[in-house]
């Protein structure tokens, strides 16, 4: 039976297909020089994610293992063209802005992995968790990625997200710096490796703080334990 609280846990941080194993680094770096461009490409990529791993999973027990690769590369192939027409129709300045990327996602192998190693092994319940979790975990780094280079770039965040996005999205176009003449390097991609590159040291910081913290709390439960069988012994040969 899968575990559920596992699985949200290890797609948002501690297997995060970004921060743990450094894949779709090609669209994460291209796309996020707005918070908007990043929670634009998230969501695209959430929807194949979400849709190939329920697909797989659904058929996974009339796909031949010889063929399999190739019928997995075809499901996803088809909901990107269903998702990249969907854009073009309905969030068309989005869909001009992210270009070419919508279509690649047919190559992340973000999306190919987790079809192979968890969909295709798992209940249709499980394996859309997996990509609704694996998939708001690539999208919270696209959208914290992207809004740092903006602020930091711009002095910004979310512009534009009413044009890209639709109007239901104006309220998330702020300007939090007035005035602010902008840092060019955070919008050029070497300000995505930067960015990027603070993001794998705060999580690795953060990861090796709790590992610490456990093994300290460990260590007071052991130090806990022998001093009470110490006073039971003590209160047993009293009593004798």
Known sequence: MADYKTIMRDGIWDNN?????????CPLLAVTSTATNGLGMGLATLAVLLSSNIA??????????EVRIPVFI??????????????????????????LFIP??????????????????????????????????????????????????????FANAALLLGDGFSFLDTTLLHEYRGF???????G???????LLAGKSWLDHRKADQAAAKAEADRI????????DEMAGGGAA
Do not use: W, Y
């Not at 297909?17 to 680094?25: F, K, R």
């Not at 996602?105 to 968890?118: G, P, Y």
């Not at 060019?184 to 070497?190: D, E, I, N, R, T």
């Not at 806990?224 to 006073?231: F, G, K, L, P």
């Open 17 to 25: 297909v970004v921060m743990s194993q450094m894949l779709a680094l």
């Open 56 to 65: 797989v999973s659904l058929l996974r027990n009339i796909i031949s293992q």
């Open 74 to 99: 075809l499901l996803i192939a088809t909901i990107v063209t269903l998702v990249d027409l969907f854009m073009n129709a309905f969030m068309h300045d989005l869909h001009k802005v992210l270009g």
């Open 104 to 157: 690649l996602i047919v190559t992340n192998c973000m999306i190919l992995a987790r079809a192979e190693a968890f969909a295709s092994k798992q209940s249709v319940s499980a394996a859309a968790m997996d990509g609704l979790m694996m998939g708001l975990g690539f999208l919270l780094v696209l959208v914290v990625l992207g809004g740092m280079r903006e602020i930091i770039g711009s002095g910004t965040l």
């Open 184 to 190: 060019l390097l955070m919008v050029l991609p070497s």
């Open 192 to 198: 995505g490796f930067l960015a990027l590159g603070f």
């Open 224 to 231: 806990a334990a022998i001093n009470a069988m110490d006073e």
